[in-house]
């Protein structure tokens, strides 16, 4: 953590205590040691500023390292769920029913934030596929793993809905 050797107020700027004892030990410069004690205190919060934005850097290059191998495993684990058939056939009926059994669980308040933040997150999707299939009123096979896994959804879906079969109950 980064000490303030100095304080600047509307303009003023006051040093602290320890300034004025390295000052005093830099007495026998004479008028010089105050100027010199200041000065140091200065050129001793650059190199602090500069090992803090060198620390700061590294602590991004660690996260963003970090971040891009995570999202390196979801796209190999999206890759394997498309890899090993991720196709599913469903009515309306059973998206509805789905979507009613989950609202009912996201909204226990004794779910894990994980099990919320997933919930949520399949509600929307699913939400948005019904309103696309009822809107459509077309046959066509959900592409699951590309509409939850890649956010392209909305292409997902209309590539998929051409692609196979979906029947759904009006």
Same mark, same amino acid.
């Given at each position: ?12 700027? =006051? ?5 004025? #004892? ?37 602590? #991004? ?24 058939? =991720?196709?599913?056939?469903?009515? =309306? ?78």
């Amino acid at each position: 953590m980064m000490r303030e050797l100095f304080h600047l107020d509307d303009g003023v700027v =006051s040093f602290t205590e320890a300034v004025s #004892r390295v000052a005093d030990a830099l007495s026998p410069l004479g008028a010089a040691a105050r100027t010199v004690a200041e000065l140091s205190a200065l050129a001793a919060e650059l190199r602090q500023i500069a090992l803090e934005r060198q620390r700061t850097e590294a602590v #991004r290059s660690i996260s963003l390292a970090a971040l891009g191998q995570r999202q390196r495993e979801v796209e190999l684990a999206a890759a394997e769920m498309r890899w090993t058939g =991720s196709e599913v056939t469903l009515s =309306s009926a059973q998206l509805n029913e789905a979507i009613s059994r989950l609202t009912v669980q996201v909204m226990d308040r004794y779910i894990s934030e994980d099990e919320r933040m997933i919930g949520h997150q399949s509600l929307q999707t699913m939400a948005k596929l019904s309103v696309q299939l009822n809107q459509a009123r077309i046959s066509g096979t959900v592409r699951w793993s590309d509409d939850l896994l890649n956010g392209g959804w909305f292409n997902a879906l209309w590539t998929s809905i051409f692609a196979s079969r979906l029947e759904l109950e009006t």
